[in-house]
């Protein structure tokens, strides 16, 4: 039987010749590769977000499956292909933030095992980010939860207002932390006819900054509520008190430190006139609406005949709607970075503000490499 001729591995593909306009195509797709946006909720309510974002860039949201099986699992199926793009995952967190959080991070993982080439999360309220700080024998859960999204494989993440600024230190890639103040200012000015007779109101010292913003720009008063009967965050253990004092301790006479004395709370004060002024209520989260509505009883009885409240993230947990509803408060506006239909058509006191336009410009100043400085005009650091 004779035997065959082997030939060298060149002769073997000397004679192949790619069809016309190939090389071409490869050479466009290496140097321009695209992006798709990607919704990663299982609920149609929390897709509208999305929807309107990919409306204003001229896009289709990415082919994708994300539901809970049976066992209460969650399972994300990618239809389409993603290698060497940028992909842009938008995550509204609805009233199950845990199954929120597990579908971000598997649909993440997916993409990356799918060689996405950068996957940017669009979480436009950053889930735990009021567990930021240490408690007494508990976590910063918030940091756990950055350590998860890198491990997934985002690399890039767009929010808005966190709840405190040092969040952006526990990633370990880049944070776009926008706001949604230009958007609150601008319906103030446009839906209150009145509002140069309005007076911006701090609910606590800890939010006197973000009101003071307002005030600068509206060119308004500015008042501040001292005194608040409910627990702040900053009254809470932090650890300092732990592990427990031991009763019969000896302490070395040269390390004996002044007592501190206890905090006591003074009288519920308002600084600053709000007589016959509309009252605004400005804060970033507007959740349990206990507070809010006893600051608007307050103001009411100083002489406010009108009370706003504008916040970031509206959240409205629990029974808000029906408090909100009998309370002093004439009107509450958030914007849609969290889902709030179903207490929209609770209360009507609730508004809403698109912030759609801002995620959108943000998309596609990264895809496109430009500047995110314009997104930040006249913003300073204490913003």
């Keep these: 039987m004779p035997r065959k001729l082997l030939l060298p591995y060149k002769s073997v593909f000397s004679h192949f010749r790619a069809p016309q306009g190939l090389h071409d195509t490869l050479a466009m797709n290496a140097a321009r590769s695209g992006y798709r946006v ?20 001229g896009a289709e949201l990415g082919k994708s499956v994300v539901y809970q099986e049976t066992n209460g699992e969650t399972r994300v199926e990618i239809k389409e292909s993603v290698r060497g793009q940028d992909i842009f995952i938008i995550q509204t967190i609805p009233r ?46 918030c940091k756990l939860l950055a350590s998860m999204l890198a491990k997934a494989g985002l690399t890039h993440i767009i929010t808005m207002d966190l709840h405190q600024k040092e969040i952006q230190g526990f990633f370990s890639f880049p944070v776009d932390n926008l706001r949604a103040s230009p958007f609150l200012l601008q319906y103030i000015q446009e839906e209150i006819p009145d509002y140069r007779n309005a007076v911006i109101v701090a609910k606590s010292p800890g939010a006197a900054k973000r009101a003071q913003s307002y005030a600068e720009r509206l060119r308004l008063g500015l008042a501040v509520i001292h005194g608040e009967a409910q627990c702040t965050e900053q009254d809470m253990d932090d650890g300092r008190h732990s592990p427990p004092m031991l009763k019969n301790a000896t302490v070395h006479p040269g390390l004996e430190l002044p ?8 009288p519920i004060t308002v600084v600053g006139d ?4 509309i009252a605004i209520i400005v804060d970033d989260i507007i959740d349990d609406v206990e507070s809010f509505v006893a600051a608007a009883e307050i ?7 009108k009370i706003f409240v504008m916040a970031t993230h509206g959240l409205l947990s629990a029974d808000a709607p029906r408090l909100i509803e009998e309370s002093s408060i004439d009107e509450v506006v958030v914007t849609n970075t969290v889902p709030h239909e179903v207490q929209k058509l609770q209360c009507p006191k609730i508004k809403t503000v698109d912030i759609s336009l801002i995620l959108s410009e943000a998309i596609r100043r990264i895809h496109n490499g430009e500047s995110m400085a314009y997104l930040f005009r006249n913003i300073t650091v204490d913003d």
């Design 38 to 57: 990607f919704s990663a909720n299982s609920t149609a309510a929390s897709t509208e977000l999305a929807k309107k974002i990919t409306e204003r860039l």
């Design 96 to 141: 199950d933030v845990n199954t929120a959080v597990m579908e971000l991070l598997i649909m993440a993982y997916a993409l990356k095992t799918s060689c996405a080439r950068n996957i940017i999360g669009v979480i436009p309220y950053f889930p735990y980010s009021k567990q930021s700080k240490m408690r007494k024998r508990g976590s910063i859960v």
């Design 259 to 266: 007592l501190m004395m206890a905090k006591e709370k003074p």
């Design 274 to 277: 709000v007589g016959g002024r």
């Design 299 to 305: 103001l009411k009885e100083r002489g406010a005949y």
